[in-house]
């Protein structure tokens, strides 16, 4: 009923969803980093990873600059979206959005280094702000993309939200075990934001399924696509070991207190908040329908 070439595959490789991962990863690690000053009491015990999470927040978005400027094979192309700055193009947004976060991080940690509040405090709101918009803009880059269904839903950034979320509590919760900072507070409130995270992921793949089980024409083919191409990472690590076993373990109150087992959770969730936007970034560029 449907056909699709294989080889003819758009030019948007490994080193794209890469970069929706690392930087997703990135923005939530310093979300988690800024809390405590910029949330308060209740962030508290996020304090103990302050340190760490700044420096690791910073090589993650310094590694997200060559795999960008790789995937535009000629390099220059990365001034482009800056110097012919377009209002509607998230590319254009995130292309200025993207440095600006640099300097809030270094900002923030220079604050840090001077004992200085306000500069903490207003560097960790607009770092804040700005790190959540590195994955909408993300997700929006494949939403304006009317042309492919599987990618022209509003659903979109919200999920690269929430994945970004649970790879970034994961990623706190691996630096909390390395240096003994992930006490029970810290365990409470890591397993707490990564229960919902994983939570809505649940919803949002059910719905992404729904969606292309009784859709249009693309999007069934995209459905046989996924399923064809891509059905290990899809259903095996995204929704089995990325959604349910997380799940599981947050669950089970003899599991859901004890530091190892949240971490184990965050990373079984990051496998999945990793395939999840993989497959949808390949198979949304395979789908190709002839009348």
Known sequence: ???????????????????????????????????????????????????????????????????????????????????????????????????????????????????????????????????????????????????????????????????????GMALVSVLGMATGGMNNDMTRLTRIILFASVGVTFWLFLGEVITLWYGTEEELQAWQIINAEFGVRFWLLTFVVGTLVPLVILTLPALSTNPLFVTVAGVAGSVGAYTFREVLLYAGQLTQIYY
């Not at 700055?85 to 840090?112: A, M, N, R």
Request: hydrophobic letters at 50%; proline letters at 8%.
């Open 1 to 167: 009923m449907f056909e699709y070439m294989p080889f003819n595959v758009a030019p948007w490789p490994w080193q794209l969803a890469l970069y929706f991962f690392l930087i997703g990863t990135a923005s939530m690690v310093f979300v988690v980093s800024a809390a405590p000053v910029v949330f308060g009491k209740v962030a508290q015990p996020f304090e103990s990873s302050q340190k760490t999470g700044l420096v690791v927040s910073l090589l993650l978005l310094i590694i997200c600059g060559p795999l960008l400027i790789s995937d535009l094979g000629m390099p220059e192309r990365f001034l482009y979206p800056i110097i012919y700055f377009h209002w509607t193009s998230p590319l254009s947004w995130g292309s200025l959005f993207l440095p600006l976060f640099g300097v809030c991080i270094v900002g923030f940690g220079w604050g840090k280094m001077q004992d200085n509040d306000q500069m903490m405090k207003w560097s960790g709101i607009l770092g804040s702000l700005l790190a959540l918009s590195m994955p909408l803009y993300t997700g929006l880059d494949l939403m304006v993309h009317q042309s492919r269904e599987l990618w022209s839903n509003p659903t979109i950034p919200v999920l690269f939200v929430v994945l970004s979320v649970t790879s």
